[in-house]
Nanobody
């Protein structure tokens, strides 16, 4: 099984930056695709960004394009989300996710493994 641990959340002012990390452990395969989702209080969990194994393909929600960058370091089994120009609307619990399929999915059910979540709060 794949286990994910996400971290790096915190409290920042609008316009600031944070970098989230997600460390994967357990049995993984080259087909693993990883992604970030977020869920604001009282809202549905929504797709933020995803990346394929090699990093050759990435995808972002329109709301974060140009501000967030997803990357991964396979030697460290770690995925990152660099978040710049943060807005109060970015406040949410952020979750890393993974599947063993060789394509990017945009729905929650596309991912089989999830981190515990890390809280990001952006003050105005």
């Amino acid at each position: 099984q794949v286990q994910l641990v996400d971290s790096g959340g915190g409290l920042v002012q609008a316009g600031g930056s944070l970098r989230l990390s997600c460390v994967a452990s357990g049995r993984t395969f080259s087909s693993v695709t990883m992604a970030w989702f977020r869920q604001a209080s009282g809202k549905e969990r929504e797709f933020v960004a995803a990346i394929t194994l090699s990093g050759a393909r990435t995808n972002y929600a329109d709301s974060v394009k140009g501000r967030f960058t997803i990357s991964r370091d396979n030697a460290k089994n770690t995925m990152y989300l660099q978040m710049n120009s943060l807005k109060p609307e970015d406040t949410a619990d952020y979750y890393c996710a993974a599947n063993l399929r060789g394509y990017i999915g945009y729905l929650r059910q596309s991912y089989d493994y999830w981190g515990q979540g890390t809280q990001v709060t952006v003050s105005s």
